[in-house]
């Protein structure tokens, strides 16, 4: 079975970088899957890709060495096995709260005997290889997004679940839930104490831990603090940020913007 | 009917900032046609989109007041008059070489008597009023790409055709056809001097001159010497740059690159 | 942010004349959301579209100030907040039954503190400004639908549910449960009793009533007795119906039904 | 081969009502089929739908045995002949100006060695029988557009193309061609005075005459003057005015319009 | 209302044979409803396609009188209804386990008092006939996916749900979870056991019995054993073996594979 | 710039095996690209799929080692380029007949100063590396399809054209030329010494044969004739022969047929 690389970088002491990608096209996909990001997570929850455009990104993504993940909408099984079916290496699950949810969200990730994951990985084993169903419940990776006061509250809990590789954190929905209000990147006390908490049960239990970034500042800020996994931005955030550049050199007759640029 | 600005930009002696689109989608086109570019042009030659998706795409720009262009596949009627229909105020046509397929381009853009458009702008009076027909003819601008020394030797009889709004130059197979080697944004002696006959031939004949660029610093030099329409880049270009910086900026346990940005 | 026009026109004494989209096309969603509706409704239950349909068509309504609503498959947390991260102004979701059911679908619409929608509005903050995240929830409708006895007999738990604007009556559930069969447009006193009841309930609660109807005639039938809402038919009927007055005309040797169309 | 009814109608003196097909939606398309036009046209020109569009738009027709027809978005031999591989039962051809272009279009539609259509129906073979080679030549049907004085000046040149079966009035162009403006369903005499002349060179050779309209009482007019196969409004125009009665009845209080309607 | 054939088939005590289809395209539908298949399911599961896909496979499959059937991801009411609603005549739901996963399922087959389907069957009245409503419940079939010890546990009250028509044995799961590994056309004493004890409860209450299978030869065994319903591999499936032999044949220099084939 | 492994099996004095997509779908492409055929065509002509499709089954390809080939719906620049601009390693032009008809099919393949594509190669820069301009014109293949008599006649003008790779035999339509009447594999005098005399001109001018066959042993008959390319069938035509000789061997109670399946 093809290898989950985000396993060998883990097994090495290594943070993953991971691409986000929100734009429904394999084209896009395609170009940030040749830039050197780790993996790349299709995000089928505030993205806009649905199920079949996620598989065209994932085919693209899979020309090269990129790991591909999804983030499904929810909590649901359907979503989950069809993700994995389309050849996904790990699943991003937003909103879990619970033991049971992630229970759930887990089961639907394995086959028989550890989860109820239905046998059919009809893409999966083209990408994988032929002995994808022997080595899938150990290769493909959990994600169980931590990002309520519900999940810190929950947290021992819901890392003891047998199966789960990592939390992830949604900073935007956790500190929405803490202190009224979303944000990203933010260090506030509040919050950094539920991210402490997070972070120690995982450790506890040899979870990994994930966590939503808007810049490699802070991305690296929690690498060194014990997280393995960060994403910086999506493809639509870069590509407003960029585009906003250009806009406002060119408005203000500068030129340090964009030199060296190509054409397509 | 809708007024195109480009017109009005140019009236008032400005020059305008055009992105350039070659992800297939509605999406990426609705976040550039939110950061403040003048105009966006679908890209159907090298970019990746097809004409039901330019649709979509163009339906997305219309959200806002940015004005949609498209650069057709080639100087072929059916092509043209299709994305006029759907609603472009301009129409960028590839490798026009000689004054006889400058007027089939323009001719395709124009009814009659100007032309041989077919009348039945389906989309079009919808996006631009129920007078479309009456004010298309001196409305919709053509744009007739001027990209290789052929092109350059028949500057004059090109720009002499009635209803060409303006030239762009295409400076990756100009350079290519006169130095045999492409690439952006040069000021090869060779290439300028065939860009100063062009655009002496298009001030002579006031038709605007429109530039492909790949930073602000080169659009804005191109303009000092008399463009009046510049691009910068690509947002695929645009996206990988972006996508590459962060993944640099990590790789080099930077941090400066993306400070600021936001999660989606 | 971008007023939600429903509350202005409620504000003000009036009833909003809704459309419905069963055609899962962007260019059937732009025709008709240019013939002065209020409200247009992507219908992803019965309707034809899937969400990534219902994306464009909610960006080709967007090119207008009609308001973008959508009805959902199903009470399904996943695709009622992606429908709203696309840009709904409103959810109608489909078969309330119980107070339970009806927290199950306000929640999903409301961010913390006010339910448990997650928050990443994608599409949503373009479209409506980028401070929708401190208005949505008092800017985005919910709308639940009664249409069953089980309904009638919970009417008053269910529009007791905070965070509820309105019921919605799907007329040929509710009689079909009723009455052993569906059936648009009726007034059989059986179906009218539970009507009153719900409307009762409703005024009591200050929760506006939503109908679906197949004529204006009924429309403002229902108008009259309390709707603030009304839907009159669908894009597929309307299709239909008015091509079938065409053929039945042409057979008929008959001329009064299309004078003075328009050929596109 | 599945019989081409087009061909029945008309042996019978029958004419033909065709409805037309903008919305690129094999629902709609569909719906339509199942209306009692006795075939349909895929508008690849003025209408949305692209070949791939067309292909499911087809299939969807193929439901019933209405017949499906397409017009091309300009007289191009890859698109006619993509159109009738995919099982178009006859082509519309836009701008048909003078002999030679009537040949390149009909050429483009008969195998060897009538014309230099290319062997491989793929669909095509599918949707009428395997003997669909044999009998295809003389079962597809030919329909040049005349909507320009240069068509009517030389008509009779057009309509002696061996294996043209009809021509088709475009209106709109021809109008503005011979009056300096476009309109639907017009009896000016300088437009009507064309019209005769193109109906008397088709009647002399046996070429059917199609024509573009607005309303049944003009279509039946020009049926009454010798047209074989009329056009009523396209599925957009008939959808808007439907619509537009809707919303108009509606702001006036008034309730004749849809009476009878259905709910979806 | 259009005669659901398999339950024709039925009466006259013959087995079904079943086609599969995990590649979504229209095409490929179109072409195996052409090939003597009883019946053909679209495969929303462990298949490619989503629900609007499906929707233009059923339309392709209608052009033929093959019975258009679904697989559906999970047991979501949404998703069964709006499949029926495109008009599928039967469903086949994974993974059911317990008597009320199976009322779950069913209730969302069959309109009140038999179950909670909504009304409205926007595709299905076209496909089925004016009638639809009247005959559905009777007409449309269920199908519980028997493939976990469990399921073969419960399988008396499984099956004794009112409105159930037949189970549907998935043997890759079922074997994995009685033997702890997948496999197709397997005759393990421990999984013939256990499909005896779900035969026998089925012929008890008179449920039919549906058998997914890899060969013609395993689907006859099973229809000698009791089943009335099998399917025998995939599209997929038989493209890639097919395809395999084609290449093995040429590497090889034989030349016995292909005799007698078609170019397209 | 990734190797044209098309070349290297001919510079090895090898014959190159190759697939014929006729079915739109990226999931198709994707099982045949892992079936071992040395090269894959996208049939953009007699095929299903269009240049949006093409550039998804592209994608899919391109996640092995199978070299991606195209044939476009016609001779005409704009098609061409986009294939090869979405990273094409070969295209096959059908219906050429004449040298002038060769040397524009060929020049739309070539940058300048070899011929006059555009310069822009969005994904095939990607795909084939950041060198792809230098090396691409040494590397892209041209196959010219001779498929009349009258090409056949014109056999030594067109393979004189320089940069022409190959020719591709399109026998149905040849020998509908020839004969009156098209046909796989068919080894008619009439037929034969048309193809040797095409040969015969090919080997002269050191350009490669390609034929379009129904079976391996006709395939490699030509093999041992001369040529280095061969498709054998079409995806479609393969399924639909699998998919008959279950059915047939299923209505036979024969058994023979499938032995030996998997299920998806």
Redesign the interface.
Do not use: C
């Given at each position: 079975m093809r290898e989950n690389t985000i396993q060998s970088i883990w097994a090495d002491g290594g943070a993953v970088?991971n691409?986000w990608l929100?734009?429904?096209?394999?084209?896009?996909a395609?170009?940030?899957a040749?830039?050197?990001?780790d993996s790349l997570t299709v995000d089928m929850?505030?993205?806009?890709?649905?199920?079949?455009?996620a598989?065209?990104m994932m085919?693209?993504i899979?020309?090269t060495s990129t790991i591909p993940l999804v983030r499904?909408?929810?909590n649901?099984?359907?979503?989950i096995?069809?993700s994995l079916?389309?050849g996904a290496y790990g699943v991003i699950c937003?909103?879990i709260n619970s033991r049971a949810e992630c229970e759930a969200f887990v089961g639907a990730c394995r086959?028989?005997?550890d989860g109820?994951r239905?046998?059919?990985?009809?893409?999966a084993?083209?990408?994988a290889g032929a002995d994808y169903?022997q080595h899938a419940n150990s290769t493909v990776l959990t994600f169980a997004m931590i990002?309520?006061s519900e999940a810190v509250k929950n947290i021992d809990e819901i890392v003891s679940v047998p199966g789960l590789d990592a939390i992830y954190i949604?900073?935007?929905?956790l500190r929405?839930?803490l202190m009224?209000?979303?944000g990203?990147?933010n260090e506030d006390p509040e919050f950094m104490e539920a991210i402490d908490k997070v972070f120690a049960a995982c450790k506890q239990r040899g979870v990994r831990i994930g966590f939503?970034?808007?810049?490699?500042?802070y991305?690296?800020k929690m690498i060194d603090r014990g997280a393995q996994f960060v994403t910086?931005?999506?493809?639509?955030?870069?590509?407003?940020?960029?585009?906003?550049q250009?806009?406002?050199?060119?408005?203000e007759?500068?030129?340090?913007?964009?030199?060296?640029?190509?054409?397509?």
């Open positions: 970088l691409g929100a734009i429904p096209s394999s084209w896009s395609e170009v940030l040749n830039q050197g990001w929850q505030h993205g806009l890709a649905d199920l079949s455009q598989l065209s085919q693209a899979s020309t499904v909408p929810w649901e099984p359907g979503v096995m069809r079916d389309m937003p909103m086959y028989h005997p109820y239905s046998l059919g990985p009809t893409r084993r083209v990408y169903m990002e309520t949604g900073p935007n929905d929405l839930s009224g209000e979303g990203a990147d939503h970034t808007a810049s490699v500042a991305a690296q910086v931005m999506s493809d639509s955030a870069l590509l407003a940020a960029a585009s906003s250009v806009v406002t050199a060119f408005k007759g500068g030129s340090a913007a964009t030199k060296g640029g190509t054409l397509y």
